[in-house]
Each structure stands twice: as C-alpha cells, then as structure tokens.
C-alpha cells in the first residue's frame, strides 16, 4: 500500500459487528481514505478525543454501550462540527429531522458503488491507492492465498442479495396479515387481540432486524471471499464454507432459543465438519461456560477460518497432524485464553501478505475487547486469543 504525498483524509468506522466491520474498511479504502477502526461509541469518542484528522464518521446505529450511533452522531456534531457523518441501519430510518443537519442515511445491506461515490462526495477524491507487491501474488501457506480481482461477481452477489431481501421483506409483511387473520379466526377479543398483535409485531420487528443484519453479513462474506481469490472457482468454495460455519452457529443459537451457549459446544461444533470419524484430530482441554450469542457466532467464523487453513496447509494436510486447543480461566485477573496450536504437519512458513482470515481474527479480538496473536513457529501454527471474562462469558 502506498499513499500520494498529499494527506489522505481518515474516516472513522464505527460499526459492532465484526464482518460488517471489515466490510465498510474495504469500502473506505476503496473510495480511497485511510479507515480507522471503533467498535462501539465509546471508543469513538476515545479516538476523537486522541486526533485531530478525522474528516467523516461512518456509524451503524444499532451498537451497545452507552449511547447508540444517532446519538454518537449528534454528539460528534456538536464537539467536531466540521466532520462529515453518514448513518447506516438495518432496522432503523431516522428521518431528516433525527439526523445531524447534513449528514446521510443508508440501509443494509449497503450499496458498494453508491458507498464509494458518497464519500468521495463529501470527503473528497481519496488519495489512498491499493499497490501489489511482488508478495502479494506469492500463493501458498497459511492465510496467504493468491489474491486477484472478481469485481464482476461480486456485483451479481450484490444484486442476488438485494433481490432476496426484497423477497424476504414481502414475506414478513404476509406473515403479519396472515397472523392477523389467524386471530380473527380464533375468535380471541379485542383486548386479547390487541396483545396478540402487539407480540406478533414486536416478535417480527426482531425478526425483520435479524434478517436484514444477516443479509449484510451474507454481503460481506461474499464480497471478502471474492475479493482475494485467484478464481471464481476458489471464492465461491471460500463464500460456501464461510456461509456454512454462520449457519452452523446459527444453528446452535437456536438449539438454546438464542439465549447462551456453551463453549465447548460451540467449539466442537465448528471443528467437527473437519475431523476424521473414529479418529479424532482435534484435542479439547478447558473448562465449559456460557457464552454470549455474539461470542457463538465470532468464534464459529474463526475456527472455521483456522480449520479451513489448517486442512489445506497446515496439520491437518497430512494423515499423523493434530490440533490441541485449550483454555483456562484466570479468575484472578477474570481473562480467558484461549490457544490453539498445531502439531505434527509440514514445516511451516510465514505469509507473505495479511489475508482475509487474519484480518477476521484480529477483528474478533477486537470485538471483545482482547488481543489475538498469531505464531508462525517450525514445528506448528499457533494462534491465541486473551480477552476479558466479562466480553465473552454470558452473565449468571
């Protein structure tokens, strides 16, 4: 990566989520700014505090913490008047009147060409230019795939999911009218009937949330999975076993109604599709706790990305390779670490450029507010994560 000489403006990213996250940072250097990274208002607020060059706040409105991105946004306007804001949701549309004066809106799942041609609007051309190295085209290794342009799919992707959303809208409001006639039909009265439909409304409000944030999800997937693969063949494998790990964790979300899973459950869980029946490869050592759902479903995406580079790599690639992951609680300090380290593969070699699958695991010890350290030692891949008991243990 390179940069002109003249200053490239910086844009703070605000965003919860972890693969919408990298999402809009890929946006945000393709329009040609530097992204800089926040995972909810307060550390925003940190970051603004800190600097002084940032020229435009790229904020998702739904966030925990202690205030939302509207109000973050509002917050931002009236302590730094001279930076540009754009609002993003995907339940959410505050009208003109909610907004900071002159800021903009846009729903997920978001719109790629329209993202890049706003903030060059209100930012500027953009100076930052994406460079390949020599590095960069060396394939082989582990999280060190070949990358080389899809822009072409990536666009019907885009223009499969927003047709399918639009799909999926149109069967939530059916699913409201045929409720309404069900309760009709099962001759509930009017004061039973109206906290009937005040449930089914409330219940397909989260529905219709769910479906939106995971449309953008599927968005984001598809268009990281694309946006490194030396072919169409090799992103689609990457976007399928990408989709299918956040099914999986979908899956066992739904085994506990959404509420907490367990650790061991969710690793297992992850690991599975890649053992071998009757001979086990991986080797679990820990203590089980309640994970939140948010945990559930970051962890299912990076072991899918460490199983996926291991069997193609790594221990995994060859018969007498095994995995060990362990953790321990230190209750004094209340962190967790979590380690996994390989055994018994092929002498290992250190990328020659930082993929996809390494940004997502750095991403998720952000999320929660930890460290993620990656060891590229001879004898075996070791990847750690340390994180705050509190951001990753459901509550009692």
């Known amino acids: 990566m390179s940069t002109d000489p003249i200053q490239v403006p910086n844009v703070l990213v605000v965003e919860d989520e972890m693969i919408l996250r990298m999402r809009a940072v890929d946006i945000v250097e393709d329009a040609g700014f530097c992204p800089i990274e926040a995972i909810n208002a307060d550390e925003a607020i ?8 940032i020229s435009l706040l790229l904020t998702d409105i739904q966030m925990p913490g202690s205030i939302d991105g509207l109000k973050l946004a509002h917050a931002v306007h009236e302590r730094w008047p001279s930076i ?3 609002l993003v949701s995907g339940q959410v549309k505050p009208s003109e009147a909610e907004r900071p004066e002159n800021s903009r809106f846009f729903g997920k799942p978001l719109g790629v060409e329209q993202m890049i041609t706003e903030l060059k609007t209100m930012v500027g051309a953009g100076a930052l230019r994406i460079i390949p190295t020599a590095g960069d085209w060396t394939s082989g290794g582990p999280f060190g795939a070949a990358p080389t342009a899809a822009s ?13 959303n639009d799909t999926l809208r149109l069967l939530l409001e059916q699913a409201e009218i045929d ?4 309760i009709v039909q099962a001759g509930i009265d009017d004061e039973q009937r109206s906290a009937a439909e005040k449930l089914q409304k409330l219940i397909l409000g989260e529905l219709h949330h769910r479906v939106k944030n995971t449309l953008a999800m599927v968005s984001a997937i598809a268009s990281q999975s694309f946006r490194g693969a030396p072919s169409i063949e ?6 399928e076993g990408r989709l299918l790990a956040l099914g999986r964790a979908h899956d066992l979300l739904m085994q506990v109604s959404w509420a907490d899973a367990s650790l ?3 690793l297992s869980s992850a690991t599975e599709p890649y053992d071998s029946p009757g001979d086990r490869r991986f080797h679990f050592n820990g203590p089980d ?3 939140t759902s948010v945990a559930v479903i970051a962890l299912a995406m990076t072991f899918n990305e460490l199983c996926t580079n291991t069997t193609k790599f790594g221990a995994l690639s060859v018969p007498k390779g095994r995995v060990e992951i362990s953790w321990a609680i230190d209750e004094l300090k209340q962190r967790l670490r979590l380690v996994w380290t390989e055994r018994g593969g092929p002498p290992v070699e250190p990328p020659t450029r930082r993929s996809y699958g390494t940004r997502m695991m750095g991403s998720l010890g952000q999320q929660l507010t930890g460290q993620v350290s990656l060891a590229y030692e001879r004898g075996g891949f070791v990847y750690a994560l340390e994180v705050p008991l509190g951001s990753i243990a459901a509550a009692a």
């Open 46 to 53: 940190s970051v603004l505090e800190s600097r002084s060059d």
């Open 84 to 86: 540009k804001i754009i």
């Open 152 to 164: 072409s799919s990536q666009s019907e992707q885009e223009a499969s999911l927003s047709a399918e």
């Open 179 to 182: 409720a309404r006639a069900l």
């Open 234 to 239: 090799h992103g689609q494998k990457a976007m």
């Open 264 to 266: 061991t459950h969710t």
């Open 289 to 291: 706790i309640r994970i």
